[in-house]
């Protein structure tokens, strides 16, 4: 079962450090194990404190296999004290993919 998930909040700023280097765990977590059922990208808006997070997953039971990870289960342990606004999360149907960029970052390179 596909399933996509986006999820948006806001930091408190003086959050904003740990939150990010709690978010880069994750990604070098996925980087080694490689899992090959999630995409997931993670994208602070312009204003420094607002976060969207996009996953899409496929499995059987339409679960997503990040909670799994020990970094995502560190970043979400202590998540209620860095944020300002909780986090919705909402359900989303794909309408079009495009990939066409072949020097795509694969994780934070094109962070500012």
């Not at 997931?40 to 969207?52: K, P």
């Not at 794909?94 to 990939?99: F, L």
Request: glycine residues 6%; negative net charge.
């Amino acid at each position: 079962m596909h399933n996509n998930t986006v999820v948006t909040y806001t930091v408190r700023p003086e959050a904003y450090a740990e939150h990010v280097r709690l978010i880069e765990g994750v990604f070098a977590q996925l980087r080694t194990e490689r899992p090959g059922n999630v995409d997931y990208q993670v994208m602070c808006l312009a204003d420094g404190v607002s976060f969207v997070h996009v996953s899409n997953h496929d499995s059987a039971d339409g679960s997503s296999p990040l909670p799994a990870l020990s970094t995502f289960k560190e970043f979400t342990s202590d998540l209620a004290h860095r944020v300002a606004t909780p986090p919705t999360a909402s359900d989303a149907k794909t309408i079009g993919t495009y990939r066409g960029r072949t020097d795509a970052p694969t994780d934070a390179e094109d962070r500012v």
